[in-house]
């Protein structure tokens, strides 16, 4: 990705570059909310059935549809526009910030001042390929959005599925210490 895909700061230098080699679409928190969505499907589908048993299609039929469809997301649908959105997203580390530019269903960009950024956690795969995460994804956060720089859903700021991600580290280390 070149540098004129974004509109840098006045003087910001870009240092790194990168797109995800690999496409993670399950995290650490999908270990709480995978089994949180079937659970959720299937009392879903025991009211619509039970529903439609007892009164036939009527009143009581429309929310467990509606929640039989939030349910279909929460398993499968968040997984595939996590991938899709994976796929159309760039990283940039410049002198100042670090930036992610992707998503779905419309591009966005997303940055973070390096000084403001957690310390940083690697995960390394076997073929060389992993994450940066700029602070702890965890339950608590899930729901008092206590942690810093985080979505109201935990999710820490996350450089996913690059090639070599102790080098990005190093590279954004490297530019914290020199602000």
């Not at 999908?30 to 009164?55: E, K, Q, Y």
């Not at 992993?130 to 820490?156: K, V």
Request: proline share 7%; charged share 20%; aromatic share 10%.
């Amino acid at each position: 990705m070149s540098s004129g895909e974004f509109d840098p700061l006045p003087g910001e230098r870009v240092l790194w570059s990168g797109v995800p080699k690999r496409f993670p679409i399950f995290t650490p928190m999908d270990r709480v909310l995978v089994p949180f969505s079937v659970l959720w499907c299937g009392f879903a589908i025991f009211w619509t059935i039970n529903a439609v048993g007892m009164a036939g299609v009527g009143l009581f039929t429309l929310p467990g549809m509606l929640f039989i469809v939030i349910g279909l997301y929460l398993v499968v649908g968040r997984l595939i526009v996590r991938a899709v959105g994976l796929r159309r997203t760039h990283y940039v580390v410049t002198d100042q910030r670090v930036i992610i530019i992707g998503g779905f269903p419309r591009m966005r960009e997303r940055s973070s001042y390096l000084s403001e950024l957690s310390p940083p956690v690697v995960a390394v795969r076997a073929d060389g390929t992993g994450s940066i995460e700029f602070g702890e994804q965890n339950l608590l956060a899930m729901f008092s959005n206590t942690g810093r720089r985080q979505n109201p859903w935990g999710e820490p700021f996350t450089l996913r599925g690059i090639e070599d991600p102790r080098s990005v580290r190093d590279i954004i280390a490297t530019a914290r210490a020199g602000r």
